[in-house]
């Protein structure tokens, strides 16, 4: 069986081992030595030489189970749920006695890597002690997908990037480990999205991934999190969709408002890189949420009170009040009346 080059990490010092983590799985578990594994993997057409459940079901498949390691494979959503059930089974997670170990299928998953997750009523909420324990990046899982989708999901990485990095205190561990992450995206985003062969790539941008979890450990995301997780709660948008669909509208209009806390030039040059991203897609990406409803797209129209409702979660979301505390109410409002009709400068 042909083996793959898989970027693994501890913490945030990565390396490369060999091993297809979804062919050799058994391999990998026998040299690890864990005994009862099980995976929580939300695709069951894949089959697996292990016990598979899917994330709605891993409370109850932890429930009196004696597993010594649990392997997520999946995205922020997946692993949000596993996160949920480990604290209602541990409401001190240091008690839990298995290996908790995450196999990302996204790029835009680095939140999985950190013991950050949003809770089931959409707040965000972090334990150190819900960090994966090992991480383990296939660059062939990652991309093995629809390449529109894939896509989205690099630049969705690349607005979490800008979202973070400009909201970190400068000269910090965080800023340097989104300026490091910045860095490695702009050298093999393209190339690792278009280019077949370009795995070297693919992991590197895994990498990007790993540093950009790594400094969601030390602060919670930004006004763009905010924006696109409220977009994605009320509307058809997936996650990825509404960061890369939000960022043209609001980059440079929140640097011009908080020029102490945000970069006018990074937000030019990482809307060029967006767009560089997109590229061989940027017709199947909607240009403004009023233009969802008409073709191509023929989705869901948004309505006023959508908006309103977009508006309020982004002004009374922790992410603006902690980044942007002086915001005022109306201004929130533009912001999403800006994304709705894309008027001003994009």
Not at 85 to 109: D, G, M, N
Not at 270 to 276: G, Q
Request: overall charge negative.
């Amino acid at each position: 069986m042909k083996e793959k080059k898989l970027t693994s990490r501890y913490g945030t010092c990565p390396y490369e081992c060999t091993g297809g983590t979804t062919e050799r799985i058994s391999t990998w578990i026998g040299e690890k030595g864990w005994k009862s594994p099980l995976a929580v993997w939300d695709h069951p057409s894949e089959v697996l030489p292990i016990k598979t459940v899917k994330s709605s079901e891993v409370l109850q498949a932890l429930s009196g189970a004696n597993s010594d390691v649990l392997i997520v494979i999946g995205g922020n959503t997946t692993t949000d749920r596993v996160k949920q059930a480990i604290l209602k089974l541990y409401p001190e997670p240091s008690q839990r006695s298995f290996t908790f170990v995450l196999i990302p299928t996204t790029y835009s998953s680095a939140r999985s890597m950190s013991g950050r997750y949003l809770d089931e009523k959409g707040i965000y909420r972090f334990s150190v002690l819900l960090q994966p324990d090992l991480c383990v990046i296939d660059e062939e899982l990652l991309h093995n997908r629809d390449p529109l989708l894939t896509a989205l999901d690099a630049g969705a990485l690349l607005v979490q990037i800008f979202d973070m990095f400009n909201s970190a205190e400068k000269e910090s561990y965080q800023w340097y480990l989104l300026k490091e992450a910045y860095r490695i995206f702009t050298l093999n985003a393209h190339e690792a999205l278009y280019t077949r062969s370009a795995q070297t790539q693919r992991n590197l941008l895994g990498l990007s991934v790993c540093l950009t979890g790594a400094a969601q450990n030390i602060s919670p995301p930004g006004v763009l999190d905010a924006v696109a997780h409220a977009i994605h709660t009320h509307t058809d948008l997936s996650m990825s969709e509404a960061f890369v669909l939000s960022f043209p509208h609001l980059a440079q209009r929140i640097c011009e408002g908080h020029r102490d806390i945000f970069e006018e030039k990074a937000a030019i040059s990482m809307d060029e890189l967006l767009k560089n991203t997109l590229s061989l897609h940027a017709s199947a990406v909607p240009l403004t949420l009023h233009e969802l409803s008409r073709p191509p797209f023929n989705r869901g129209a948004v309505s006023l009170s959508v908006l309103s409702a977009i508006a309020d979660e982004v002004y009374n979301s922790i992410e603006t009040s902690v980044v942007l505390p002086e915001i005022d109410h109306q201004t929130v409002i533009r912001w999403i009346e800006s994304i709705y009709w894309g008027y001003g400068k994009n």
